[in-house]
């Protein structure tokens, strides 16, 4: 075979540019630590990226909106247990009047601190978040109980619920309607509460009797609503978790699939190196071997 | 024979061997010259003349300078500089192209997508919080730009490889004119029996330069003229003659230009469609295939994008009241003018009743769950989902042409190196010639100078 010069110079003028290419490749890899930045390097796993990113923005929104339902939730609870220990307390009140040897003058006495208690669980069942009532049903730009002449109290509210996205075709209810544990669904505290009131001016023993009954029903109203409240939490804590794990195995599949490997990058810019420096050895000695370097 | 037929048959040498330094300084010279063929000397005796007891010898003569060429490796080397053309072309066209659509895996429409939706649940669990509207509509503003600019940018695109086009145009008929001229040339040479080889060389190289724009075939003539073909057998060059490729804007491209061929009859045969390899093509496939068809999914997504988000919108009810409003402007259901109609975060219908106001968020719910849901628009992709076939769709062409011209790159080098293993010059070769020559000159100049002393001594003889 001949061999000519143009096809020596062209043999290596082609493997220089060739191996500086792939050096400037492994470079750009370690530089940018990506393997993929560009959908022509790989586009499967562009494409992979892609969707998985969008699942990654996903999972990390239905965190954010479990975080929120939580926030809400437990305001409510917390809310509720006040509640609770109220209705508790004017159930004490109403059982202390309620014994023959309290005067009339006492039942009022009584009935005074009962009053400033049903204020206080008007104020409780208007509790609101970022100035969103909790307890109105969707109607949240409203205080959802209204006090009213003669210690009535009426409900502004309307009944529906509202619930948030926490995984795909996954919602969660993170709102009570006050009809469902102030004002019904078995008792409206509120009105048993009034009606005690009116016993306890009146001096109606049989009416106070009463009242004690209804309070503990209300309790009941109040606890089960509780119960439910803490189930939601419960499934809130648990999808979160799980959300929590689903980020970090995204994080881990979307590093796989574009990170750079570090120690073959490297690898690859050692062995390009070695490759180069070859090359430009072999151009040095080309010179070396010609007829012309023995023509004097 | 007579002393002085010794000094022809030495000054026939002396001829030789000048002649034949001459071609080897002309090969040392060119060495690095691209599309140089080797020439040799072609040494010949010549012709005897009657003597006694036989023919006697006259000595040497070149008979011909002859170019050293593989013309099944030339053909082959067209042929490869058409594929590296058209290769390269699609490759720089398609990495621009899948640069417009993906700046990265965090960025641009993917991500705006994914922010859209986002702010989306961000209003469904907060409805009535004015922040989380406002948010939402500039996430939208957000996406609406973004689908705007990669389709303005891939517009812009297409222009930019229609101005190469109309320059290409400008190229392959300034190369035509030029290889006719040379034709006329060769013939002239030719014709009388000369070796037009430099001539040839120079032709060669142009032929390889219009191969790399357009797909062509040659033929040549006893007088050594290509006839030059393009598309269907339409004929470039034709001897000396020259025919003119046209672009016309085209109304039904959007003034995007028709190649034309020009017989001298004016610019009537469209060879756009029939053009097959080159630069030519790889420009044409961009301009009118990868483009266009990007685009077009661009705005399958964007026309899907608008029209599921508006009929669900509309279903809704906003914190004003407001009911049945398009999210999106109905008029822009292309990537190019897709645009946002809501103008006050308080008209996002995120209830799905009026009664419900301001806490429902039901319809932001079902706005929200449009993110995952597969649509039958989109062959069943999501949103998400159908963008990043788009993407990877896209990226795998620029994939396959770097790997293409990679390896086309690999095909020609091989190509080139078996080209110069006939046409190339070794040093080492013509050093030796070198000194070959310069040994027969000596020599005939020696046979002179004894063949002078000889006619001194014949001379004295008279004295």
């Known amino acids: ?296 | 024979m007579s002393l002085t037929g010794i000094f022809d048959i030495g000054k026939s040498g002396l001829f030789a061997s000048q002649k034949g330094l001459s071609v080897t300084s002309h090969n040392i010279a060119n060495v690095h010259t691209p599309g140089y063929a080797r020439q040799e000397a072609v040494l010949a005796e010549r012709g005897p003349v009657d003597g006694h007891p036989g023919q006697v010898g006259t000595g040497v003569e070149v008979a011909q300078i002859r170019r050293q060429v593989n013309s099944f490796v030339e053909q082959s080397l067209l042929n490869s500089r058409e594929l590296l053309g058209r290769f390269d072309a699609a490759r720089s066209g398609l990495l621009q192209v899948a640069g417009a659509l993906a700046p990265s895996t965090e960025l641009g429409i993917a991500a705006g997508l994914n922010d859209f939706f986002q702010a989306l649940q961000d209003v469904s669990t907060n409805p009535a919080d004015p922040t989380a509207r406002t948010v939402l509509l500039s996430k939208a503003t957000t996406l609406a730009n973004r689908l705007n600019q990669t389709a303005v940018e891939m517009d812009r695109q297409r222009v930019q490889l229609d101005t190469e086009i109309r320059q290409r145009i400008v190229e392959v008929n300034a190369l035509t004119a030029k290889i006719s001229e040379l034709n006329q040339q060769i013939g002239g040479a030719e014709v009388s029996g000369q070796q037009a080889n430099d001539l040839r060389d120079q032709r060669g190289r142009l032929l390889g330069d219009l191969a790399n724009l357009i797909d062509i075939s040659t033929i040549e003539d006893q007088i050594g003229q290509v006839t030059v073909f393009a598309g269907r057998g339409q004929v470039l060059v034709a001897g000396a003659q020259s025919f003119r490729l046209v672009g016309v804007p085209n109304p039904g491209n959007g003034g995007l230009v028709d190649i034309r061929y020009d017989s001298g009859a004016g610019p009537v045969t469209d060879l756009t469609s029939v053009i097959d390899s080159g630069r030519l093509k790889g420009l044409l496939d961009l301009r009118d295939q990868e483009i266009p068809n990007a685009l077009a999914s661009l705005d399958t997504l964007t026309s899907t994008l608008v029209s599921q988000v508006n009929a669900r919108h509309q279903a809704g009810f906003g914190l004003d009241g407001s009911t049945n409003l398009n999210f999106f402007a109905p008029a822009g259901t292309t990537a190019r003018d897709v645009a946002v109609a809501l103008a006050d975060g308080r008209q996002v219908a995120a209830s799905s009743t009026a009664s419900g106001v301001p806490g429902n968020n039901l319809n932001a719910l079902a706005l929200a769950a449009l993110q995952t849901t597969s649509l039958a628009a989109l062959s069943g992709a999501t949103f998400g989902g159908y963008f990043g076939a788009l993407v990877s769709g896209v990226g795998s062409s620029a994939q396959s042409a770097e790997r293409d011209l990679e390896a086309q790159d690999i095909v020609h080098e091989q190509l080139e190196a078996r080209r110069a293993e006939v046409s190339g010059v070794s040093l080492d070769e013509e050093l030796v010639n070198m000194i070959q020559q310069q040994r027969a000159f000596q020599a005939a100049s020696k046979v002179i100078v004894t063949a002078d002393e000889m006619l001194q001594t014949l001379l004295s003889l008279k004295r």
Not at chain 1, 71 to 89: G, K, N, P, Y
Not at chain 1, 174 to 192: A, K, R, W, Y
Not at chain 1, 254 to 280: F, G
């Open chain 1, 1 to 296: 075979m001949r061999v000519a010069d143009s096809q020596i110079m062209g043999l290596l003028t082609g493997n220089l540019g060739r191996t500086r290419s792939r050096m400037f490749a492994a470079q750009e890899q370690l530089s940018t630590q990506k393997r993929v930045s560009q959908p022509s390097q790989d586009p499967v796993a562009y494409g992979q990226v892609l969707e998985e990113r969008a699942e990654q923005s996903r999972v990390r929104q239905w965190g954010r909106n479990v975080l929120f339902g939580s926030q809400r939730l437990e305001l409510a609870d917390r809310m509720l247990s006040q509640t609770s220990s109220v209705l508790t307390r004017i159930k004490e009140l109403a059982v202390q009047a309620r014994s023959d040897t309290v005067s009339p003058e006492n039942r009022q006495a009584i009935a005074q601190e009962v009053r400033q208690l049903q204020r206080h669980v008007v104020q409780l069942a208007n509790s609101e978040i970022n100035g969103q009532a909790i307890f109105g049903g969707t109607r949240t730009d409203a205080a959802p109980y209204v006090l009213g002449a003669g210690d009535t109290v009426t409900y502004q509210g309307n009944t529906e619920t509202q619930s948030i996205a926490v995984g795909e075709g996954v919602t969660i209810q993170v709102l009570i309607p006050g009809g469902e544990v102030f004002s019904g669904p078995t008792v409206n505290l509120f009105d048993d509460i009034r009606d005690l009131l009116t016993a306890l001016e009146a001096n109606d023993g049989p009416g106070i009797e009463t009242g004690i009954g209804r309070m503990d029903q209300a309790v009941a109203q109040v606890t089960t609503v509780q119960g439910q409240i803490g189930g939601l939490v419960n499934r809130l804590e648990t999808t979160q978790a799980w959300l929590d794990q689903s980020d970090t195995l995204l994080s881990q599949t979307i590093s796989e699939n574009e990170d750079a490997d570090l120690a073959r990058a490297i690898t690859e810019l050692r062995l390009q190196e070695v490759a180069l420096e070859a090359t430009q050895a072999t151009l040095s000695r080309v010179f070396e071997t010609s007829l012309l370097k023995f023509l004097r």
